[in-house]
């Protein structure tokens, strides 16, 4: 399974297997992500934020990006008429 992210320090984290004591918040989700790389089940390539499909989801972004997202998720307005 591909998890797509554009925060590069995360992506560092997961694949350090030293454990760091000196981090804020370290949760159980980190090993068992860590546990699951080990295993090759899941891998974090890494992505621009510009081409983050979820921001459409969570962010403000505009009409431009926006459409280019919904597009590349197959999204169709239900409501167009046709």
Same mark, same amino acid.
């Given at each position: 399974?591909? +998890?797509?992210?554009?925060?590069? @320090? @995360?992506? &560092?984290?997961?694949?350090? #297997? !030293?454990?760091? *004591? ?10 068992? %992500?860590?546990?699951? !790389?080990?295993?090759?089940? %899941? =891998?974090? #390539?890494?992505? &621009? =934020?510009?081409?983050? +499909? @979820? *921001? !459409? ?7 431009? %990006?926006?459409?280019?997202?919904? *597009?590349?998720?197959? &999204?169709? *307005?239900?409501? @167009? #008429?046709?």
């Amino acid at each position: 399974m591909n +998890l797509h992210c554009d925060n590069k @320090a @995360a992506i &560092m984290i997961a694949h350090n #297997p !030293i454990q760091h *004591d000196r981090m804020k918040h370290v949760e159980v989700d980190r090993f068992f %992500i860590r546990e699951n !790389i080990e295993k090759r089940c %899941i =891998s974090f #390539p890494f992505v &621009m =934020s510009e081409d983050q +499909l @979820a *921001d !459409i989801l969570t962010k403000g972004v505009c009409g431009r %990006i926006f459409n280019d997202m919904i *597009d590349k998720l197959g &999204m169709i *307005d239900i409501y @167009a #008429p046709s």
